[in-house]
């Protein structure tokens, strides 16, 4: 087997675990969705407001959305629709059986890292991505909300599944001063985004979010159909990484790519105009 193959094996492996277990969420989160969950008079509305905030739970809800079993005509690329298709007697029982992280339960920050910080990083891109939608494109932005939310996925994963190694990739990151991606590859021979990707795509996630998420950092990879999709999704990406909003997995971001994708998306957005606001709005700067 040669070494291309060899790594291909390795991370099918690591889709594999995912496949067959489940992502952790963190427990904070998970208590509040409980306690919504156990309400009697919880609207879908309520649910949604609680759900999608989670990264995981919202993965494991778009995932059995556009599951065979729920053979929904066109896929599912919204949480509200995906909550709306399975009902709210099936949410209540995949929020119940959610999976609570133990790992960081004590919130261990290693080398920079902690769950709590990634998370807030994924929130605060899902709603920057959003608010870029509505107001550059004036769209409502539920779906590119989503794909913000679920964008550093594939550090849950490597989080959970091989802990000894991302260990050892976190202090690359901060010993030698360099982004996750690349710490990343020479550890493992793959990225975070190629976890993702093969992930989304197997839980026969649309291809909005299979490209945009699978290709966040390289958003010149990005398929021509998709090109809004992935610039905004970079774009919010990096804001939120020069503010400091959570954790940043690429601090040393690529400043041509950026322009690009301003150009990409006809964008005119202005760090100084957006990141104050979403910080405030978000209370996590
Ligand atoms: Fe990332
Ligand atoms: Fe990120």
Same mark, same amino acid.
């Given at each position: !087997?040669?070494?291309?193959? +060899?790594?291909?094996?390795?991370?099918? =492996?690591?889709?594999?675990?995912?496949?067959?277990? +489940?992502?952790?969420?963190?427990?904070?989160?998970?208590?509040?969705?409980?306690?919504?969950?156990?309400?009697?008079?919880? $609207?879908?509305? *309520? %649910?949604? *407001?609680?759900i999608e905030?989670?990264p995981?739970?919202t993965a494991?809800v778009l995932?059995?959305a556009?599951?065979?079993?729920?053979?929904?005509?066109? +896929?599912i690329s919204e949480i509200r629709q995906a909550?709306?298709?399975? @009902?709210?007697?099936?949410?209540?029982?995949?929020?119940?059986?959610?999976?609570?992280?133990?790992?960081?339960?004590?919130?261990?920050?290693?080398?920079?890292?902690?769950?709590?910080?990634?998370?807030?990083?994924s929130?605060?891109v899902a %709603?920057?991505a959003k608010?870029?939608?509505?107001?550059?494109?004036?769209?409502?932005g539920e779906d590119i909300y989503a794909a913000g939310l679920m964008h *550093?996925i594939?550090?849950?994963?490597?989080?959970?599944? %091989?802990?000894?190694?991302?260990?050892?990739? %976190?202090?690359? $990151?901060?010993?030698?001063?360099?982004?996750?991606?690349?710490?990343?590859?020479?550890?493992? @021979? /793959? $990225?975070?985004?190629?976890?993702?990707?093969?992930?989304t795509?197997?839980?026969?996630f649309p291809?909005e979010l299979?490209?945009s998420i699978?290709?966040?950092?390289?958003?010149?990879?990005?398929?021509? @159909?998709?090109?809004?999709f992935?610039?905004?999704l /970079?774009? =919010?990406?990096?804001?939120?990484? !020069?503010?400091?909003?959570? /954790?940043?997995?690429?601090?040393?971001? *690529?400043?041509?790519?950026?322009?690009?994708?301003?150009?990409?998306?006809?964008?005119?957005?202005?760090?100084?105009?957006?990141?104050?606001?979403?910080? $405030?709005?978000?209370?996590?700067?």
């Amino acid at each position: !087997m040669n070494p291309d193959e +060899q790594k291909h094996e390795k991370l099918q =492996a690591v889709v594999d675990s995912v496949d067959k277990s +489940q992502l952790s969420s963190i427990k904070t989160v998970v208590s509040g969705i409980v306690n919504t969950i156990n309400d009697p008079g919880a $609207t879908v509305k *309520d %649910l949604q *407001d609680i759900i999608e905030i989670d990264p995981p739970l919202t993965a494991k809800v778009l995932r059995i959305a556009n599951s065979a079993y729920y053979s929904s005509p066109n +896929q599912i690329s919204e949480i509200r629709q995906a909550l709306v298709w399975i @009902g709210t007697d099936a949410i209540r029982e995949l929020a119940l059986s959610q999976k609570v992280c133990e790992i960081f339960q004590k919130d261990e920050v290693i080398h920079g890292y902690s769950r709590t910080m990634l998370w807030k990083h994924s929130v605060a891109v899902a %709603l920057l991505a959003k608010m870029i939608f509505r107001r550059e494109f004036g769209q409502k932005g539920e779906d590119i909300y989503a794909a913000g939310l679920m964008h *550093d996925i594939g550090i849950i994963v490597e989080d959970q599944f %091989l802990q000894n190694d991302f260990k050892h990739i %976190l202090s690359k $990151t901060k010993g030698e001063k360099k982004n996750l991606s690349k710490a990343e590859y020479e550890v493992l @021979g /793959y $990225t975070h985004t190629d976890v993702a990707r093969e992930v989304t795509n197997r839980w026969n996630f649309p291809q909005e979010l299979v490209v945009s998420i699978g290709y966040h950092h390289r958003p010149n990879n990005t398929t021509q @159909g998709f090109l809004r999709f992935g610039s905004t999704l /970079y774009l =919010a990406d990096c804001l939120c990484q !020069m503010t400091k909003i959570g /954790y940043a997995d690429a601090p040393f971001h *690529d400043k041509a790519a950026f322009e690009q994708c301003l150009k990409n998306g006809s964008i005119r957005i202005s760090q100084r105009r957006l990141v104050p606001e979403i910080a $405030t709005f978000c209370s996590l700067g």
